[in-house]
């Protein structure tokens, strides 16, 4: 059997592609698949995270296996039959590390395999693949999950709740230091008065 994934661009446009590949071929055929589909050159590390109907993370497939025992599963493991029991399961594509691509793939339908063809193949494409990875400025489906380096600095940080107004120091330094210029400021202009009526008399 065949099964038609498609492949969406994590960005805002609406950028996709429909790939087909067989159920006994593994991610690492999906993972060339996509790469083909969305001309990404080079051979970067990628990895498949395949997802729960909630977007959880059930188990990371990379390409190659990182681990200290050097048994973990990668892609080349993992069929697709495996990865993609039933039409609306899926997964997520990372291709990448200093320029990621990400990427959402669903499985759409399986059909009966084609003679002759050699799978995986692209069998539709909607939109215009960008040259540099997007940035994740984007709305994708998985946006949600993903912070950005700007509020998770924040976060972690915290700069108003460690030196913001909740400090009495602060707030006494600002009323005294207000208090004396306000009262320089008085004395200056009563002292300058003083000065005018002795000259006019």
Request: with cysteine.
């Amino acid at each position: 059997m065949v099964y038609k994934i498609r492949v969406i661009l994590d960005t805002k446009e609406d950028i996709f592609r429909d790939v087909e590949i067989k159920g006994k071929q593994t991610l690492w055929n999906l993972h060339l698949g996509i790469k083909s589909a969305f001309n990404l050159s080079g051979d970067e590390l990628s990895t498949f995270n395949l997802l729960e109907e909630d977007g959880t993370i059930v188990k990371s497939v990379p390409l190659e296996d990182m681990s200290d025992e050097g048994d973990g599963e990668i892609m080349s493991d993992v069929y697709i039959d495996e990865a993609f029991e039933t039409a609306g399961d899926k997964a997520q594509f990372q291709y990448g590390l200093l320029d990621l691509w990400e990427f959402f793939c669903e499985l759409v339908e399986v059909i009966d395999e084609t003679k002759g063809v050699n799978y995986p193949i692209t069998v539709y494409r909607f939109g215009n693949a960008p040259l540099k990875a997007p940035s994740k400025s984007g709305s994708g489906s998985g946006s949600k999950n993903k912070k950005s380096v700007m509020p998770l600095m924040d976060d972690d940080f915290g700069f108003e709740d460690d030196f913001g107004g909740g400090s009495n120091f602060v707030d006494e330094d600002d009323d005294s230091f207000d208090d004396d210029e306000d009262d320089d400021y008085n004395d200056d202009v009563f002292d300058d008065e003083d000065d005018s009526e002795d000259d006019r008399i």
